[in-house]
């Protein structure tokens, strides 16, 4: 079985500052990492994934996350926030081989000016 | 590619009444996801279809829910009959399987109010 938790429900920046979006994950296998993010009444966008190679991974927007497969986490980052950053932030995982990509509850930026 | 397009965009029914939400997935992709979104359960996967062929559909809630893919470039969602407990925003996602690396890309979602 295969699960993401998002500790977090909220997260709340001010602009210019780092943003950290924390993720956890469980799988059997080896995982496959992703984020995504959500604007109001938009589709899910994907920013990166993590497959395998260098912990840290580079995306879209300036996000960056940090694979850690001893604390089996998955960090999305920015250096520094944008008001523009303000969406819902989702990780999912799929284990090994399996189709199934599981979602975590997901995380609600707030960038403030 | 105009991405993964989904119709329509808002729909409202009645209680009792049948809703067909409608999905074209990327062209070449061969792999199909329907999600349901809500506050309370949030991203749930609904059924997942691979070379048109339904693999999984474990997370459709009830037999009021059908899908069907008749062909890789059309997949269509049935509600019937619909109840107010179904108002949620669906989405379709569609990748390309040949590994297990590749990411969903997902429609714009249908948001569906059952009065």
């Known amino acids: 079985a295969q699960s993401v938790a998002q500790p977090e429900d909220q997260v709340n920046v001010a602009e210019g500052n780092p943003l950290t979006v924390k993720c956890t994950y469980s799988?059997?296998?080896?995982?496959?990492l992703f984020w995504y993010v959500q604007y109001p009444n938009r589709g899910l966008q994907f920013l990166l994934k993590y497959i395998t190679g260098d912990n840290l991974v580079k995306g879209s927007y300036g996000f960056e996350a940090e694979f850690n497969k001893s604390q089996t986490s998955f960090h999305l980052k920015k250096p520094s926030a944008l008001v523009s950053d303000s969406a819902l932030y989702f990780c999912a995982v799929r284990d090994g081989n399996d189709y199934k990509l599981s979602f975590g509850a997901g995380t609600t930026v707030t960038v403030r000016a | 590619d105009a991405g993964v397009i989904q119709s329509p965009r808002h729909e409202v029914t009645e209680m009792g009444q049948e809703v067909t939400l409608r999905c074209k997935p990327i062209s070449g992709h061969n792999s199909l996801f329907w999600y349901r979104q809500t506050m309370m359960r949030g991203l749930e996967l609904l059924i997942y279809?691979?070379?048109?062929?339904?693999?999984?559909d474990s997370g459709m809630p009830e037999d009021r829910f059908s899908a069907k893919m008749p062909n890789a470039s059309f997949s269509t969602l049935k509600i019937q009959p619909s109840e107010p407990r179904d108002s949620a925003v669906y989405f379709c996602?569609?990748?390309?399987?040949?590994?297990?690396?590749?990411?969903?890309?997902f429609g714009q979602g249908t948001r569906l109010t059952v009065v």
């Open positions: 279809f691979n070379n048109n062929v339904p693999i999984d």
């Open positions: 996602a569609s990748s390309y399987r040949r590994e297990m690396n590749t990411e969903a890309f």
């Open positions: 799988v059997s296998g080896n995982p496959y």
